[in-house]
């Protein structure tokens, strides 16, 4: 396999991890599974890594961080879907294409916003290196035919395309999509988009195929609640978890949905206990929206 392939891997800096990891390797059977999990609009102090003054408990996140490989000086476009392009081709927007966030304009309409036909993504990279491919949550990397997920190197994709969806995913009133059709599943974004992926991890591990599982929560994007009428958008046990030890009420909900997110991260990562895969997969956290901060397993590094 040629691992020049891996030029664009999640930006600069995972290049850095991930070419390492893959160098590791003897064989195509050998290619280390890589989970990549993306959170939306998390501010930079509450996670407590950086700033111990968070309220904000994430044990799980903690530990990544702890056990982990840390970069903690990358700078990108402060845009949501210019931010993920970056992610995704190691280029600067001005390079990739992606100047603001996808727009409805044809591709090669000179006010074209969305990446170039003649840049790789890291899906489409990891794709034709034998990868089985899975992106579950939010995209906003394009809807345009030739833009969604399983037009840019994805054998599966479970989520929405825009840039916002309601946490609370009520059937066919929601745009979740399956592939490129309708979704009518219900429930709580965080604990479905989690679901999902775990069901695509453990079906690549029963076909012994190497995976990437992009996740890519919503989680902390609004809406928030803000107003005590309103319902939250984290679950309400997660909200009173929050109120009971003193969280303001206008972060309560922020601080719920990232404590729930943070729970969900540590049932992947135990699922990758569980099958006994962990040694072989290399974890990525990475902060949406303007600064990166990775979370590598150490078990990965052989520490």
């Known amino acids: 396999m040629n691992f020049t392939l891996?030029?664009?891997l999640v930006t600069r800096t995972l290049l850095?991890?991930?070419t390492f990891l893959l160098s590791l390797s003897a064989t195509a059977s050998e290619q280390p599974n890589i989970v990549f999990i993306?959170?939306?609009?998390?501010?930079?102090?509450?996670?407590?890594?950086?700033?111990?003054?968070?309220?904000?408990q994430l044990p799980t996140l903690d530990g990544l961080a702890d056990s982990g490989v840390r970069f903690t000086n990358y700078h990108t476009v402060p845009l949501c879907g210019p931010s993920r392009a970056c992610m995704f081709?190691?280029?600067y927007s001005s390079e990739n294409g992606m100047w603001r966030g996808p727009g409805s304009q044809p591709i090669g309409?000179?006010?074209?916003?969305?990446?170039?036909?003649?840049?790789?993504?890291l899906s489409e990279h990891l794709f034709e290196a034998g990868y089985k491919t899975g992106a579950f949550g939010k995209w906003h990397m394009g809807s345009l035919k030739g833009e969604v997920?399983?037009?840019?190197?994805?054998?599966?994709?479970?989520?929405?395309?825009?840039?916002a969806h309601p946490y609370w995913i009520k059937g066919n009133r929601s745009k979740i999509l399956h592939n490129r059709e309708p979704d009518d599943s219900e429930g709580h974004a965080t604990e479905l988009f989690t679901q999902w992926a775990e069901g695509f991890i453990r079906e690549s591990v029963a076909e012994e195929e190497p995976f990437f599982c992009y996740l890519a929560y919503n989680a902390v994007h609004g809406p928030l609640r803000v107003d005590k009428s309103k319902p939250a958008s984290a679950?309400?046990?997660?909200?009173?978890?929050?109120?009971?030890?003193?969280v303001s009420f206008l972060r309560s909900d922020y601080v719920a949905i990232l404590e729930h997110m943070d729970h969900h991260i540590g049932q992947l990562v135990d699922l990758?206990?569980?099958?006994?895969?962990?040694?072989?997969?290399?974890?990525v956290f990475a902060m949406g929206l303007v600064k990166l901060e990775c979370g590598i397993s150490a078990r990965i590094m052989g520490s």
């Open 38 to 56: 993306v959170s939306d609009d998390h501010g930079w102090g509450d996670l407590p890594s950086n700033w111990d003054n968070t309220e904000v």
């Open 16 to 18: 850095i991890a991930s």
């Open 6 to 8: 891996l030029q664009s």
């Open 235 to 246: 679950p309400e046990a997660w909200v009173n978890k929050a109120l009971d030890r003193g």
């Open 89 to 91: 081709t190691g280029q």
């Open 109 to 121: 309409a000179d006010d074209y916003r969305g990446i170039k036909r003649n840049v790789t993504t």
């Open 149 to 163: 997920p399983n037009d840019r190197g994805f054998d599966e994709f479970r989520g929405f395309l825009g840039g």
């Open 272 to 283: 990758l206990d569980e099958l006994k895969i962990a040694e072989d997969t290399l974890i």
